[in-house]
Every structure is written in C-alpha cells, then in structure tokens.
C-alpha cells in the first residue's frame, strides 16, 4: 500500500514547480539554439533566438521564474491502484502556495468577479489537476505551465470553413493549423509549439491538445498519417517567415504536435494549442514511499 | 550595432530611429499594462509623469528583500490588448516610447507618427534579461488598487535592449512581416 506523506510529496511537489519555472527542458533548449544557427547572423531573428537563450542560462543561474507570466499551472497524476489522491492534491495546493511566496510564481490566479488576485495561487480552476490511473507502483507527476500570451492565440476550428476551404479531411486539418500559427504572428511569443487535437468535442479538444506538451519535441505521432501531417506542417509554417517575436525569420515552430479524438456525427473540431517557446515542462517519478525515483525529460 | 536611448526620451531623440534599428533604453520608465491603461483611458489621473516618458507593457514579478522592492522577472507583455487605448494615451500624455511585445493595431502606428513616438518589440518571455537591466525601483504606484502585477513600478533600467518595431513615422516591422506571411500563406493553401 502507498504510505503518503504529506510533508515530503509537498517538498517534492515544490521543486518540481521550482524547476518548471526557472529552467527549459533541454529539448527545448536545443531546439532554440540550433533555430538560431539557421538564422542569419546579426540579424533581428538571430538576435531574438540569442536573447531568448540568454535568459534560460540567466533564469537557471538566478534560480529566477524564466518568464514573468508563470502560467497556468497544469498537473498530470499517474497514479498506482487504490491511490488516494487526497493528500497528493493537498500537498499539491501546499507547494503552490510556498512556490508563490518564494517568488517562483506570480500571484497570476485572478478572480475574474472582484479583479482581484488570489494571494497564494490557489483558487477555483488553479490549479488544473488531471488524473489517471496507471499499472505500476510509481507515482508519475508533470507539470506544464502555460502563459496568457500563448493561450490567447490558441484556436479552434469548426469544418467544414468555407473562408478556409477546409473540409472534413487532413487538408482541412492542415488549413486550419497554418490559419492558427498565421493569426498568431509574433503574439504567442513566437517561435511556437503547436498541441493539435482532431475531433473530440469544445472541452476535450483543447484538453487534449494542451495534453500534447507532454510529448517531447522529436516525439512523433505513433500514427502514420498524423506523424506525416505533423512534418508537413511545420515544413510549410518555417516557410510562412513570421519568425521569432513575428520580426520575420525562418523559424516561426519548433514542433507540432497532433493526435486525434472520436467525434460526433455532426461536429468535426480541429483544435490548436498555441504554446510559446517557454515551454516549460517536467515531470518526476516517485516511489511507493514518496521518495524522488527519478526526473523526467 | 545598436544605439542608446537615454531619459528624457525626446522628440527629437524618438524620431532618429530607425525601424528595424535595435536599441538600449536607459534611465527611467513605468511599467503599465491592462488596468492602468483603461484607468487612464477613463479619464483617471496620472500618479506619474508620462510626458517624453517609457510606459513599458509588463506585469513583473516582485519580491521584498531587506525592506526594499526588487524585480526578480519582467518580461513584456502582449501589447495588442492595449491597442484600444494606447492612441489617446499617446495624445493625451505626451508618451514618447512604448516598449511591449507583439505589435501594435494601426490606429496606434498613426498615433505614433502624428505625435512622435516610437514602439519598441523587447524580447517576450526574455524576462529575467530584462530584471537584470533594472538598476532601481524608484517606486511603485496604484499597488493596492491593481496588484502587483498590474501596479505601475517607476524603474530606472541600464541596457533594455529592444527592437524598433514601430518608428515615429508610423511604419511598422510586424504589418510587413503580417503581409508577407499572408501572401506565403495564400500560396500554400491554393
Ligand atoms: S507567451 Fe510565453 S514567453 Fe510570452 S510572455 Fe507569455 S508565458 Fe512568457
């Protein structure tokens, strides 16, 4: 049986979200680097690529929040058989509310009524928790955390769109994802990572397309199809030239990420999840005592 | 490769820009984003002189140490939601540099041109370069009205890099680069 200990889960619940705020994953960061080689030297997309990597070393020297918008803060439980995950959502609230007092988040939950933010970060929908259940003994906890700017320029589609010409088909799909990442120029702090869900309903679509973070850069869709579309798109929207911070530039994604739900008879949904290039991602394996397995990503 | 641009920001100074030009903002600026300029906008009262000032479009993260307020992380924010507001600010308060993310709608490119101001592109998400630029927190206003994040800080900054993205004859980088991506994008959805 899984002991929890609450104490210790909010240490490590904590330094999880210290280390999703303060530092890039290391695809990510080398996907940026290697953008920057491609751009010309000197020039405005260069010298955004180069200030952009700049501020990940600052960040992680500083052990300082990477970007001032901490995000939605996203929580995504595995969780053995017979888990309570009572305590895991308190110690959870715990380490959120200690991350905000020590400066590793901003009070960045708002209640929409009064204007007013909340002290601690914890409040109704902050944060998000999703929850599943899984086979091993292990507890596997991400995180990802994802700013405004990003979120505003996330998009959803109803196909078929006569404007777009997008039918219920993978060209509609690949329409739809080319419209979203042109809206979006420079807004999501462009160059961006794209979540796609196909199908699905309004709610599960953007579910599931921000779940697709998840997935590291180079990780292809399993299914062929959308792992073709997935390389099509992102060859055609470095070719857009919106590039970084929408300056111009060849690098306007660094990946694209697409998979898809069953959906209704009536309702062909194609949804776009805008993230900017702060990802910030991480996860961690725990024992069945609470004790740190290992970091993953 | 890039030029300075010291406080007071100047007419004179603003318009030898160039687009596409980068430069190093020192000396003082106000952080402002949603709240402080609808305030505004409805006719509130200015706690600071924003005349051939820097209203710069961010939300910081503040932390107190030793009694002092010192910026741990200030980024900008996206620009575009303060595009509704932004032409009459100019006017009316004679703002002379605006420096945000993201672009700004044409009503305020025009306002730029006809009243000599530019709008500078810093680097979204670049938050910590920009908190390392910040030498003093002067003070903070509109704390308990707004919050932190929405509070207008007076900071003096040394070395805030950024792009001229709007200059003060009303060009803009983002509409070109905006134009050309559409004809790109016309192309591949033929
Ligand atoms: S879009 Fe991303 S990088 Fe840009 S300000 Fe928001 S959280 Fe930061």
Partial sequence: ?297 | MSKTLEYPFTAAKVRSLKLGHRVCVSGLIFTGRDKFHRYLFQGGKSPVNLADGAIFHAGPVMARKHGKWVVLSAGPTTSARMDSYMPRLIEQHKIRVIIGKGGMSDATRQACAKHGCVYLEAVGGAAVTVAQCVKDVCGVHLLAEFGEAEAVWALTVKGLRAVVAIDAMGRSLQKRVRQSSKRMLAKMLK
Wanted: net charge positive; charged share 25%; aromatic share 8%.
């Fill in chain 1, 1 to 297: 049986m899984f002991s929890v200990r609450k104490s210790l889960w909010r240490e490590h619940i904590f330094d999880l979200i210290r280390r999703t705020a303060t530092d890039l994953p290391a695809d990510v960061e080398r996907a940026i680097r290697r953008a920057q080689l491609r751009e010309k030297r000197g020039g405005n997309a260069w010298w955004v690529l180069g200030e952009i990597l700049q501020n990940v070393k600052l960040a992680r020297r500083h052990d300082a929040p990477l970007c001032q918008d901490t995000g939605t803060l996203s929580f995504y439980f595995i969780v053995p058989p017979g888990f309570d995950t009572n305590a895991l959502v308190g110690a959870t609230r715990e380490a959120i509310a200690m991350a905000t007092r020590a400066g590793y988040l901003r009070q960045n939950a708002i209640d929409p009524v009064s204007g007013v933010p909340y002290q601690t970060n914890v409040a109704p929908g902050s944060p998000v928790f999703s929850f599943r259940q899984g086979a091993r003994k292990t507890v596997d906890a991400r995180l990802i955390m994802k700013g405004g700017g990003s979120e505003n320029v996330s998009a959803q589609y109803v196909l078929p769109d006569g404007e777009l010409g997008a039918d219920r088909d993978l060209e509609g799909v690949r329409r739809c994802i080319l419209d979203a990442i042109w809206q979006a120029q420079g807004q999501g702090c462009a160059p961006g990572i794209l979540g796609v869900c196909v199908g699905g309903d309004r709610a599960s679509g953007y579910e599931h397309a921000k779940s697709q973070f998840l997935r590291k850069l180079n990780e292809r869709s399993p299914n062929r199809t959308l792992a073709r579309l997935e390389a099509s798109v992102m060859w055609d929207a470095n070719k857009l030239g919106v590039g970084p911070m929408g300056l111009g530039g060849r690098t306007t994604v660094f990946g694209v990420h697409i998979d898809a739900l069953s959906r209704v008879p009536a309702t062909y949904l194609v949804t776009v999840s805008y993230m900017c290039w702060a990802l910030r991602r991480r996860g961690m394996l725990l024992g069945p005592e609470g004790g740190l397995k290992r970091w993953l990503y």
